[in-house]
T-cell receptor
Framework: GDSVTQMEGPVTLSEEAFLTINCTYTATGYPSLFWYVQYPGEGLQLLLK?????DKGSNKGFEATYRKETTSFHLEKGSVQVSDSAVYFCALRQQGEGSEKLVFGKGTKLTVNP | GAVVSQHPSRVICKSGTSVKIECRSLDFQATTMFWYRQFPKQSLMLMAT?????????EQGVEKDKFLINHASLTLSTLTVTSAHPEDSSFYIC?????????????FGPGTRLTVT
């Protein structure tokens, strides 16, 4: 079945450091790929998404590129802030109407220190 | 917009009792709601999908008689954990999809921490 593997955390960085959180997937066909963020005490929020190969999703300084050849969707940010401290989840969803099931990775906790 | 709430945020109950968790879409009508379970350091596992006015569809391995889901209106779904046991202790998260345009995005609630003693 479909699955998502993301790097284990926790990840601790200093403010303004470069961030990469790796995510790879196993799926049939051409799924849509997502990054969700969960801030302390809150629900998951969609951070960015990409629906086809070579698409780049971006939001709030975060980017991820859909790489079909490496089945990856790594999350990057050039300069993290303390406010980016959260848990980040990579996820996939199969294409097509009615294909609503999201498959999540285990999440990566990021802590950014001032 | 697209806010989903859950109530309660935390609940502690005794083994053998039942617990009801509510999931509400506050500013949109949710035609479909989802219930997930999250174990520590594990990913979210989909338990079931419910559409308003119809029976929920459960994922393989999820006991439908133990985890009762009701989606009686376009803004409310409930998950009832019946005859709870300590192994049911977990973090339960709901999400909702709806509105115009069929974007298929899910909006997540903040979760409910269930502890069964």
């Amino acid at each position: 079945g479909d699955s998502v593997t993301q790097m284990e955390g926790p990840v601790t960085l200093s403010e303004e450091a470069f961030l990469t959180i790796n995510c790879t997937y196993t799926a049939t066909g051409y799924p849509s790929l997502f990054w969700y963020v969960q801030y302390p005490g809150e629900g998951l929020q969609l951070l960015l998404k990409a629906t086809k190969a070579d698409d780049k999703g971006s939001n709030k300084g975060f980017e991820a590129t859909y790489r079909k050849e490496t089945t990856s969707f790594h999350l990057e940010k050039g300069s993290v802030q303390v406010s980016d401290s959260a848990v980040y989840f990579c996820a996939l969803r199969q294409q097509g109407e009615g294909s609503e099931k999201l498959v999540f990775g285990k999440g990566t906790k990021l802590t950014v220190n001032p | 917009g697209a806010v989903v709430s859950q109530h309660p945020s935390r609940v502690i109950c005794k083994s053998g009792t039942s617990v009801k968790i509510e999931c509400r879409s506050l500013d949109f009508q949710a035609t479909t709601m989802f219930w997930y379970r999250q174990f520590p350091k594990q990913s979210l596992m989909l338990m079931a999908t419910s559409n308003e006015g119809s029976k929920a569809t459960y994922e393989q391995g999820v006991e439908k008689d133990k985890f009762l889901i009701n989606h009686a209106s376009l803004t409310l779904s409930t998950l009832t954990v019946t005859s709870a046991h300590p192994e049911d202790s977990s973090f339960y998260i709901c999400s909702a999809r709806g509105g115009e345009g069929g974007t298929y995005e899910q909006y997540f609630g903040p979760g409910t921490r269930l502890t069964v003693t």
